[in-house]
C-alpha cells in the first residue's frame, strides 16, 4: 500500500507538472544557467505578493541590483502561497526552480519537511550571526528549528489579534490588554458593551479558521507530537486530548455564545464589506485580523477618525493572566535547494540587503508590518508613523518583542498544515451554523481528519 501511495503521487506531480509547463505563469518559469554568461547570475525569485507588498519587493530588488553587479534578482510572480508550493514540489527538471521563495508562516512546516525543498539560512549563517541575532522578539524560533537556528529570514512581521475601538473601551471602562486575554473574555467584553448600550456589536470576526491554532499557541497548547513537530516529524495530532480538546471546547463555546446573543457580526458576514464598515461606523467595538490589515483599518477610517488598539490574539482558554505565547505571524523568504550554488549564494546576499533598516521601514509604512528588529522600529520614519498614524504599534512591537520564547509558544512545525485548516474551517462551520451540533463530536472529527491527513503524509513522506 505504502509503494502504491508513492507510485501515485509521483504521477500526480508528473501530471501537474505536465500541466503548468502547458499553461504557463506570469513571466516564465526558466531562466538561463548561471554563471554561463558574462552577465551578472540571475536570481529568481517566486512571489505571492500583491500590491502594495509587491511594489516593496520589487523596489527592494532594484535597489539590490543597483548596489553591485554580481547578481540580478527576478521576481515572478506565481500565485497564492499555496500554488507555489504545488509549483515548487511538482516541477520535474531543478533549473526551472527558482533560488527564492516566499512563505507563509502557517507554510513554514511544510516546506521545511518537504525532503530537499529548503536550504536551511544556517548554511550561510549562524544563530550568532548579527543578521540574524538581531532579529526582535519570538521571531527567530517561527522562522528558524527549535534550537532557535536559522531555516528562512522573516520578510513581513505580524501578529494575529484584534483592532479595538478604544474611545468605546475607554467609556465603558475596559482595559482590552487585560480584557481580551481568552475567549472567555472576549465573551465578558463584549456582553458588557452591548448590553451598556455601548455599541450594537461587540465583535465582527474573519471567520478564517487559522485563528483556533494561534489561540492555542497563545495558552501554550501544543497541538501534534514530538514538541510541535520541532524535536522530530510529528506522527500525532493531539487534538483528541484532554487538555486541546477543553481549549478548543472553550473556543468553539464561546464564540458560538456570541453568536447566539448577537453580540458578534453575524457569522458568515465579510470582512471587508460588513465587519470593516461596522467597525468604522463605532457600531463594532472590534474587528478580528492581522495587523497587516491596518492600512484598511486606517483607510476606513479616514473620514471619521478614532483610537485604535491592537491586541494580540487571545489565549483558547482562560489563564488568569496576559498570554505569554504571542505568536508571530507573517511571510518570510526561504533559499530554495535547486543545485545552483552561485545563485542560491546570490540569493543569500539579497536577504542580507532585505534586513536593513531602510527597506524594514519602506515595507511597513506601505503595508502595515511591524518591523523584525529593533532599529527597524527605531528608525525616523517607522516612529513617525508610530507617533501620528498607529500609536497601537508600539505596544504590539513590545509585546512581540517579550513574548515568551519558548518552543511550546509557537506554530507548530505542521507539514499538513493545509488539512488542518480545512478542518478548522469546517468546524467553524458547523458549530456557528447549527447552534444544536455537539461541540465535543465536532472536535472528535477535526482529530480524524487531520490525522487521516498526517498519516497519509507520513506514507508518502517518510
Same mark, same amino acid.
Given at each position: ?159 494575529? %489579534? $484584534?483592532?479595538?475601538? !478604544?474611545?468605546?473601551?475607554? @467609556? /465603558?471602562? &475596559?482595559?482590552?490588554? *487585560? #480584557? +481580551? ?100 461606523? %463605532? $457600531?463594532?467595538?472590534? !474587528?478580528?485580523?492581522?495587523? @497587516? /490589515?491596518? &492600512?484598511?483599518?486606517? *483607510? #476606513? +477610517? ?161
Amino acid at each position: 500500500m505504502k509503494k502504491m501511495k508513492k507510485m501515485l503521487a509521483l504521477m500526480l506531480a508528473m501530471l501537474m507538472a505536465l500541466s503548468l509547463v502547458a499553461c504557463g505563469d506570469k513571466g516564465g518559469s526558466s531562466k538561463p544557467d548561471s554563471g554561463k554568461s558574462d552577465g551578472p547570475v540571475e536570481v529568481l525569485v517566486w512571489s505571492a505578493f500583491q500590491a502594495p507588498i509587491d511594489a516593496e519587493l520589487q523596489a527592494a530588488a532594484d535597489a539590490f541590483n543597483a548596489s553591485q553587479d554580481k547578481y540580478k534578482v527576478k521576481i515572478q510572480f506565481q500565485g497564492q502561497f499555496t500554488e507555489i508550493f504545488t509549483k515548487l514540489t511538482t516541477t520535474l527538471n531543478q533549473k526551472d526552480l527558482p533560488e527564492l521563495t516566499v512563505v507563509s508562516t502557517e507554510l513554514a512546516g511544510t516546506y521545511a519537511m518537504a525532503e530537499g525543498l529548503i536550504r536551511p539560512l544556517s548554511h550561510y549563517c549562524s544563530a550568532d550571526d548579527e543578521v540574524w541575532a538581531k532579529l526582535n522578539g519570538n521571531l527567530k524560533y517561527v522562522w528558524g528549528n527549535g534550537d532557535g537556528d536559522p531555516i528562512y529570514y522573516p520578510y513581513g512581521n505580524s501578529l494575529y %489579534g $484584534s483592532f479595538v475601538n !478604544a474611545e468605546i473601551f475607554e @467609556a /465603558a471602562g &475596559i482595559d482590552p490588554y *487585560t #480584557a +481580551l486575554t481568552s475567549t472567555k473574555g472576549l465573551y465578558e467584553a463584549c456582553k458588557k458593551l452591548v448590553d451598556g448600550g455601548y455599541c450594537k456589536y461587540g465583535i465582527g470576526v474573519d471567520s478564517w479558521g487559522g485563528f483556533v491554532w494561534y489561540a492555542l499557541a497563545a495558552a501554550g497548547i501544543q497541538v501534534m507530537d514530538n514538541n510541535n513537530g520541532r524535536d522530530g516529524i510529528p506522527t500525532k495530532m493531539l487534538l483528541d486530548t484532554p487538555e486541546v480538546s477543553a481549549a478548543l471546547y472553550d473556543y468553539f463555546y464561546y464564540f458560538r455564545k456570541m453568536q447566539q446573543e448577537g453580540l458578534m457580526v453575524p457569522y458568515g458576514s465579510s470582512w471587508g464589506d460588513e465587519v470593516l464598515p461596522a467597525f468604522a461606523n %463605532g $457600531s463594532c467595538a472590534v !474587528a478580528t485580523g492581522s495587523i @497587516a /490589515a491596518f &492600512i484598511r483599518v486606517e *483607510t #476606513a +477610517l479616514a473620514a471619521d477618525p478614532f483610537a485604535v488598539a491592537y491586541v494580540p490574539c487571545w489565549s483558547a482558554v482562560d489563564l488568569g493572566s496576559i498570554p505569554e505565547g504571542y505568536s508571530a505571524s507573517g511571510t518570510g523568504l526561504g533559499i530554495v535547494e535547486n543545485g545552483d550554488e552561485e545563485a542560491m549564494e546570490g540569493a543569500w546576499e539579497f536577504i542580507k540587503f532585505t534586513s536593513n533598516p531602510e527597506f524594514q521601514e519602506s515595507l511597513c509604512l506601505a503595508s502595515g508590518y511591524l518591523p523584525v528588529t529593533k532599529e527597524g522600529y527605531e528608525s525616523a520614519g517607522y516612529q513617525d508613523f508610530v507617533t501620528n498614524r498607529f500609536p497601537a504599534a508600539a505596544k504590539a512591537f513590545e509585546l512581540q518583542q517579550n513574548a515568551a520564547i519558548d518552543a511550546k509558544h509557537i506554530n507548530p512545525l505542521n507539514p499538513v498544515n493545509n488539512a488542518c485548516q480545512d478542518a478548522t474551517q469546517e468546524a467553524w462551520s458547523m458549530i456557528m451554523t447549527d447552534l444544536t451540533c455537539d461541540i465535543n463530536e465536532v472536535i472528535a472529527t477535526m482529530q480524524k481528519d487531520t490525522q487521516i491527513a498526517l498519516d497519509l503524509w507520513l506514507d508518502t513522506n517518510t
